[in-house]
């Protein structure tokens, strides 16, 4: 009888410890941290050049009585007398994690702080947002208000801030020349990152500054010896137009346009006007939505379109050509039919170059480099229903500018196509702000 010998493997191969497989396991996982911390920023740091002895400080006591502060100051070697009562007018973070030797402080809202730092006077917005808001779209701007002043005296408690329930994007941290030691300023992002800027100390010829975002948490650690002073900033987003993150123009239309604009309006109840466009803003309707221009409304065209707002009307911007509008969420989209045409060749060259500067009035069934014969303007008729327009006849718009006799100029913008002889033409598109008067 043959029997068959167990099956007893030899040596079970197993993965050992192998270093260029943990070295490049560790290079990916480098990488991808890399990655995702370039990928979306949320604290940032760096100095303001400014020499520390232009810097004072202007504040109140609680007896009502002003001071200033001076600075550098270097408190384990003199102590103002000035910034002694300063700490004792503010009053303790309401809560800190563990013992603490000191309270950190903050001084009252309620009691007048100024300073000669102006925030205006250095690029730091600008780095604020080329950092942390490179999305930022065209018209809008970062502002700082003065948010509050902190102290951190040795041994001070950790303190988690709160998050601020006002408007603000970001908060900018100011530290004032105070020498000190220790206390780094760690921030933790929303998913749980976390950055730490230890500084210099309050030390050198220029003032550090650090800022994140508003959806951030951060605290100040423990100060080793001397003091940290700071001042914060709450950055918020203003917007030059009516449109945008968070709306809040600049302008206001004058009370001799309201009146113009009041009769018009009255006149027009229950019906959906629209006026023609007169500025120049250099887009091409197949790309970009027509609404996409609010935020760069100039001239003319911002005040009537904040007057409309101001009446609480919902006006919108929508594409047209040849008796033809588009819907607000629709862009110029041509379609090349033509199998050989050299579409790859179109967005490459310069509008100038396709149609020479020459550009025919707008009045017209179509407008385009060339005078179209019959058969292109039906071929372009064609191409311009098949994108989505629609004859304004068979819609309720009214253009009140056609009613007047001479409009003004009217805004023309370009959109490049390819024709059926294989030539390459630009169609002139103009844009209507329409509106509904209830």
């Not at 208000?145 to 040795?154: A, G, H, S, T």
């Not at 220029?206 to 709450?234: H, K, M």
């Not at 969420?329 to 199998?339: G, I, K, L, P």
Request: a negative charge.
């Amino acid at each position: 009888m043959s029997g068959k010998a167990p099956f007893s493997p030899s040596k079970q191969r197993r993965r050992g410890s192998d270093p260029e497989y943990d070295s490049q396991a560790a290079y990916r996982a480098a990488l991808a941290a890399l990655v995702n911390a370039k990928a979306r920023p949320f604290a940032i740091a760096g100095r303001a050049p400014m020499d520390p002895s232009n810097l004072t400080l202007f504040f109140r006591s609680q007896s009502g009585i002003s001071h200033s502060l001076d600075f550098p100051i270097d408190v384990d070697t003199d102590m103002p007398p000035a910034l002694d009562v300063l700490i004792a007018s503010c009053l303790p973070h309401p809560a800190t994690s563990g013992y603490a030797e000191n309270e950190s402080l903050f001084y009252p809202p309620s009691l007048p702080l100024t300073a000669t730092l102006e925030l205006a006077n250095h690029p730091i917005l600008e780095a604020v947002r080329n950092t942390l808001f490179p999305a930022l779209p065209v018209g809008h701007y970062l502002t700082a208000v003065r948010d509050k002043l902190e102290i951190w005296p040795k041994g001070n408690g950790i303190t988690i801030q709160t998050r601020p329930l006002d408007s603000r994007v970001a908060t900018v941290i100011v530290t004032l020349p105070v020498k000190f030691r220790g206390g780094t300023l760690v921030v933790r992002s929303l998913d749980g990152m976390e950055e730490k800027f230890y500084g210099r100390g309050g030390k050198g010829v220029d003032l550090e500054w650090a800022a994140f975002l508003s959806d951030c948490d951060y605290e100040i650690q423990p100060v080793r010896s001397g003091c940290r002073v700071t001042i914060s900033y709450a950055v918020q987003v203003k917007s030059f137009g009516p449109a945008g993150i968070q709306p809040d123009p600049l302008i206001n239309p004058s009370d001799q346009f309201l009146d113009l604009l009041s009769p018009v309006l009255n006149m027009s109840r229950g019906r959906r006007i629209a006026f023609y466009l007169t500025g120049e803003y250099g887009v091409n309707p197949g790309d970009v939505l027509a609404e996409s221009l609010v935020p760069n409304l100039k001239g003319g065209d911002s005040i009537l379109y904040h007057a409309l707002k101001l009446y609480k009307l919902a006006p919108e911007l929508r594409w047209t050509a040849g008796g033809y509008v588009w819907a607000v969420d629709q862009t110029v989209e041509f379609a090349n039919e033509a199998a050989d045409s050299p579409t790859a060749s179109v967005a490459r060259q310069p509008l100038s170059v396709l149609s020479g500067g020459r550009m025919p009035p707008i009045r017209g069934p179509f407008s385009s480099a060339s005078e179209p014969g019959e058969d292109e303007v039906d071929d372009l008729r064609h191409r311009v229903v098949k994108s989505g327009a629609v004859p304004i006849n068979d819609t309720d718009i009214m253009i009140v500018s056609d009613i007047v006799t001479f409009p003004g100029v009217i805004a023309k913008e370009r959109v490049p196509f390819v024709s059926g002889l294989g030539e390459i033409e630009k169609l002139v598109v103009n844009v209507l702000l329409v509106v509904y008067v209830p």
